[in-house]
């Protein structure tokens, strides 16, 4: 039974073990695109072509008649069609075990919405590795990310290569100055990149 129940422990120490020591033997790389575009809000242009004429008509009718209800208004500015760079960082190491670079930078989409992209990147694998927005503008330490206040963009997709990140909706990134490289399990920060370069 002593037998037993040794390799049992045997076994979870083990599993342990390779679970917290072999990210740092073992790469993933992610090649993700950068390809956001606006939609065509919902209108399969493909369908409407293969209508009938006279469905298309009819359609362009409806179309026009709202169109001549609604009160005229100016346009002030374009709106954009093409993602904006709004703000950008370089990472850096955290200490000298935990280490970074490659560049994060926060764009605005033309829906609204906002994306971290990271480039030419590659930091120091570990495990339980997540990306945080940090809103302390220059974090140096587990501390300044934790006590600035923070919001978890997910799980760390690779720990080298090209990748994005989605903003959820109700994150106001003006409250946020840096994204950072955390793990979880240990809450310890691997690598910061403060957004240092603003874009207009």
Same mark, same amino acid.
Request: aromatic content about 8%; hydrophobic content about 40%; overall charge negative.
């Given at each position: ?18 679970? $917290? ?6 790469? +993933? ?13 919902? $209108?399969? $242009? ?41 703000? &950008? *960082? ?6 000298? /075990?935990? +280490?970074?670079? *490659? ?13 971290? +992209? ?7 694998? &570990?495990?339980?590795?997540? /990306? ?12 300044? /990310? ?7 963009? &997910? ?21 946020? &100055? ?6 979880? $399990? ?15």
């Amino acid at each position: 039974m002593k037998k037993v129940t040794g390799l049992i422990i045997a076994a979870i120490v083990l599993a342990l073990g390779w679970f $917290l020591v072999s990210p740092l033997f073992i790469d +993933r790389t992610v090649d993700e695109p950068f390809v956001f575009t606006t939609e065509t809000g919902g $209108l399969d $242009l493909d369908a409407v072509m293969e209508m009938p004429e006279e469905k298309r008509q009819e359609m362009r009718d409806e179309i026009m008649a709202i169109a001549a209800s609604e009160a005229d208004t100016e346009a002030t500015e374009e709106m954009p069609t093409e993602p904006r760079m709004i703000a &950008g *960082g370089m990472f850096v190491d955290a200490d000298a /075990v935990h +280490r970074g670079t *490659g560049t994060a930078s926060l764009y605005a989409l033309p829906d609204g919405s906002h994306v971290v +992209r990271f480039e030419d990147f590659k930091v120091t694998n &570990g495990p339980d590795l997540y /990306v945080y927005l940090a809103k302390h503008p220059d974090p140096k330490s587990a501390d300044d /990310v934790t006590d600035g206040g923070f919001v978890s963009l &997910g799980k760390l997709k690779g720990n080298i290569g090209n990748q994005n990140y989605v903003i959820p909706d109700d994150v106001n990134v003006d409250d946020y &100055g840096s994204v950072v490289v955390w793990c979880q $399990l240990f809450g310890v920060l691997f690598s910061p990149a403060a957004f240092t370069n603003q874009a207009t």
